[in-house]
């Protein structure tokens, strides 16, 4: 029999009994709130003697819960030992990342502490909630001392129900923010992003009524113009409670009674819709409505489907001319900081005549999601399952399936988001295909009206590219990343190439490029020059187009961002230079060459 250590038993429980609420609130922002964001105080915590005692035992499982940071203890008299003090500590933007505010944090990996104060005036029949938008990786949150619970994922949303938690004046929240990389975790120790840490988006309070509507669908039927479908989730679980959801422009307007589980089931069918498409990124006006809630929000309405080697946007083929993004501004650094650098990107990619974009390699943020929609441009949403994941620990497959159904739930009723991608660049293995397979039975289990993708990787044989990763019967696209020109053979070689791919299904190339440090000019046959990339772009093209499924591409990527990888002293200096914005915002010869592209691909299917 095993015998479990005391402590280790311990936070066994702690993580079964405190993990962040499962259930997240649909549309938060649009409910009332109070915002967090702000100066927050932070405490740099390396060897978190915050968290542990001097045996290394945790404060927050001890008998009296007490002694770390989280306590915010003020000095009261002078014979007081405290050893840290948040009211002296510097401050730094919150949403926003360590690494970029503070220079001496600018690769640090470990453990800060972050502490706000903010005044609330709880009422006696409305619910509160505690929302972060995201903290990268594992987050500690306590509330006026008490430990609220933890969540892990570094790009998806959190939230804990703080009833009766709250003080009528002021409050103070601590959250124990820790971005140190691991096997097990979902992304792992070795990826080609920077390790941002911290809060890096929005943290608010919501207030609720005691019933109040917790989740919703409200989307087109699978392959179906005429039918509205989904449901509307009430946060008490309790039956024959009425629901109404009502989209004035259309005209339309139904209601419906929940089940025991508070549940109630939408079927609207419809006539006169105006369908969203990027061309037409028409949004209605759709209200919720319970016997003591009320929800509001835009909402597009499209179908998305394939049919042999075509994707069908609205019944049409159509040809995704899209482009790779990461969550970073490349002129500022660190993380998107709000809906201005979003939109800059955003539009810096419709320059490009862009309809589609991969969000690489994590969730993004909402609103970037919400900024697709008003834009129209579709989406590519991914989880980190990334490289070499733990396949055969259960743990981490749990972390990766959790991380991708808070993605699902929380973008399901954006028109824009047309596919889940389960991974990017996972190696051929047999526990691979099994954690991946589930992943993708996961995603139809929870949204069977979208396309399932990952990024595949391919092999060469000779001349031939062959892509025939078993995975790819589990997708709905033949989706994958290849760098001809780049990491093997010249540009100039790559007309002796052609593909092999197993599947009969719509070819998309998620990745494909190579590095131009902006502004550096040589001839087409010098690496790192914008002439060698701008060539690689012009014999590329005509090389996938050797493909008669090719049906749209992400190139790797709009704009250069920061890596730890990326070690050359000149032309990197830990920036990975793919992109075709510099990061001076410098538009290199590649945009152009891809432009075109795209200007000849949209004529071709008007």
Known sequence: MIKLNKYLLLAILSVAFLSADAQLVQNIFGRKHLSLNGRWNYIIDPYEMGYYDYRHEPFDQSKSGKGGFYDDRQQINKSELIEYNFELSPTVKIPGDWNSQVEKLEFYEGTVWFRQKFLANPVADKKYILYFGAVNYEAHVYLNGKKLGVHKGGFTPFQFDVTGKLKDGQNFVVVKADNTRKQDEIPTVNTDWWNYGGITRDVLLAELPNNYINDYKIQLAKSNAKQIEGYVKLSSASANQKVEVNIPEAGLKTTATTDANGLAKISIPVKNLSLWSPENPKLYQVVITSASDKVEEKIGFRTIETRGQDILLNGKSIFLRGISLHDENPLIPGRLRGQGDMRMMLQWAKELNCNYVRLAHYPHNEEMNRLADEMGLLVWGEVPVYWTISWENQETYNNAEQQLTDLIERDKNRAAVIIWSIGNETPLSEPRFKFMSKLADKVRELDNT??????????????????????????????????????????????????????????IITEVGGDALGGFHADEDTRWSEEYQESLYKYQIPFMNTMSGLRGMTPWILTDFRSPRRQHPFFQDFWNRKGLISETGKKKKAFYVLKDFYDQTQAKYK
């Open 450 to 507: 979208r396309l399932v993708g990952a990024a595949l990787e391919v092999h060469r044989k000779g001349y031939t590219v062959i892509v025939d990763d078993p995975l790819g019967e589990k997708l709905d696209l033949v989706s994958f990343n290849q760098y001809g020109g780049w990491y093997w053979e010249t540009p100039k070689e790559l007309p002796k190439y052609k593909f092999e791919i197993k599947y009969n299904k719509p070819v």
